[in-house]
T-cell receptor, first 116, second 111 residues
């Protein structure tokens, strides 16, 4: 079974440009999450989808970030316009919907974003 | 709010040395606790977990015990190998789906 995949693995852009990150969750996983790790600090939650709906987007830093999950399959995270402080590693994770139990989250390899 | 604090790295050990990476947490309710590992060039992998007080999680020779009285979940391994070199993250979930991570501890193991 394929794991969570992310594309690209590394992106280098200039300040002011737009970048779109993609995440393909494990097939059948309704829950999809975005996290990021900035400057070697802790990994921080950005948002959570259940199918195509945003369940919790409390971690999105500002309105330059837009996440979508059309059709409840893959998700994209767009940063427009990118700023220097957006540099970091963006992780995606997915989990099954298991009512009443803890949903183990499976993480992708991450996308390393560098904004110059 | 909920938080996780883990020892700063990097930690450098010789092969076969004993490893401890300290982790303490602050949380409302009763969190589930986790250790994740990120090997060079790879994604985050769940290493072990414990879902209630006094539970011990274990995997690949690593162990951690959920200590409610000291709000701790220290990671230990009796004899590290070069292949254990990685970044280790302590984490928790309370109530919802959001995982709260520590800052990560980089481990270097020398042959």
């Amino acid at each position: 079974e394929a794991g969570v995949t992310q594309f690209p693995s590394h992106s280098v852009i200039e300040k002011g440009q737009t970048v779109t990150l993609r995440c393909d969750p494990i097939s059948g996983h309704d829950n999809l999450y975005w996290y990021r790790r900035v400057m070697g600090k802790e990994i921080k939650f950005l948002l959570h989808f259940v199918k195509e709906s945003k369940q919790d987007e409390s971690g999105m830093p500002n309105n330059r970030f837009l996440a979508e999950r059309t059709g409840g399959t893959y998700s994209t995270l767009k940063v427009q316009p990118a700023e220097l402080e957006d540099s970091g590693v963006y992780f995606c994770a997915s989990s099954q919907e298991l009512a009443g139990t803890y949903n183990e989250q499976f993480f992708g390899p991450g996308t390393r974003l560098t904004v110059l | 709010g909920d938080s996780v604090t883990q020892m700063e790295g990097p930690v450098t050990l010789s092969e076969e040395a004993f490893l401890t990476i300290n982790c303490t947490y602050t949380a409302t309710g009763y969190p589930s606790l986790f250790w994740y590992v990120q090997y060079p060039g790879e994604g985050l992998q769940l290493l072990l977990k414990a879902t209630k007080a006094d539970d011990k999680g274990s995997n690949k020779g690593f162990e951690a015990t959920y200590r409610k009285e000291t709000t701790s979940f220290h990671l230990e391994k009796g004899s590290v190998q070069v292949s254990d070199s990685a970044v280790y993250f302590c984490a928790l979930i309370t109530g919802g789906f959001k995982t709260i991570f520590g800052a990560g501890t980089r481990l270097f193991v020398k042959a």
